[in-house]
């Protein structure tokens, strides 16, 4: 279900195959860097979804509109800043009516709750997409990261996780 605004902005495109390739396009021409729209949802600590997004080490939003229906990229158009909860357009260029939203799922997630194999056919494609949690600090440094997914990265270099990737402070994201 989508808000007044957020239609205005995006339209979803249902697939009828079930294969998980339904796609949100963008409705306007944006500027590089700037806002798409703000995200609204609910918080959840209790579980992930495949639905969710990671906010923090250790909470999660359910999206509950057509921001769900944003996939993943290798060479996204968008990033989802979790802490500021805003949709923008990535820095380095515009996004355009009829482009596909899309961002890039380790920027929010640790671990994915369904991990995939991506076929976004970019050349930085990264093949299986599991989380920040599985990927090398100098190749995640290629995109744009929230701050809670750069903190369990410093905590990782400081050798501060456990060995099931939870940071050795006791914090736990989301019972992983």
């Not at 902005?9 to 697939?15: D, Q």
């Not at 959840?44 to 639905?51: E, L, Q």
């Not at 905590?155 to 736990?172: D, I, L, Q, Y």
Request: glycine content about 8%; aromatic content about 8%.
């Amino acid at each position: 279900m989508s808000t007044p605004q957020l239609s205005k902005l995006v339209k979803v495109i249902h697939s009828n195959t079930g294969d998980f390739s339904s796609k949100l396009i963008s409705l306007v021409d944006r500027e590089p860097g700037s806002l798409l729209t703000p995200i609204a949802g609910s918080v959840r600590t209790d579980s992930r979804a495949y639905t969710s997004v990671q906010i923090s080490e250790s909470a999660d939003i359910e999206l509950n509109s057509d921001l769900v229906f944003a996939n993943h990229s290798c060479s996204p158009s968008v990033i989802f800043d979790m802490e500021n909860f805003e949709v923008r357009v990535v820095a380095h260029r515009a996004l355009r009516a009829g482009e596909e939203v899309t961002f890039f799922y380790p920027s929010t997630e640790w671990e994915m709750q369904q991990p995939f194999e991506c076929r976004c056919g970019s050349q930085k494609c990264l093949g299986l997409v599991r989380g920040a949690k599985f990927m090398d600090d100098d190749v995640l440094r290629r995109w744009w990261l929230n701050g809670h997914v750069e903190r369990l990265l410093a905590a990782r270099r400081k050798g501060g996780m456990e060995s099931n990737g939870v940071p050795s402070t006791g914090v736990e994201i989301n019972g992983i």
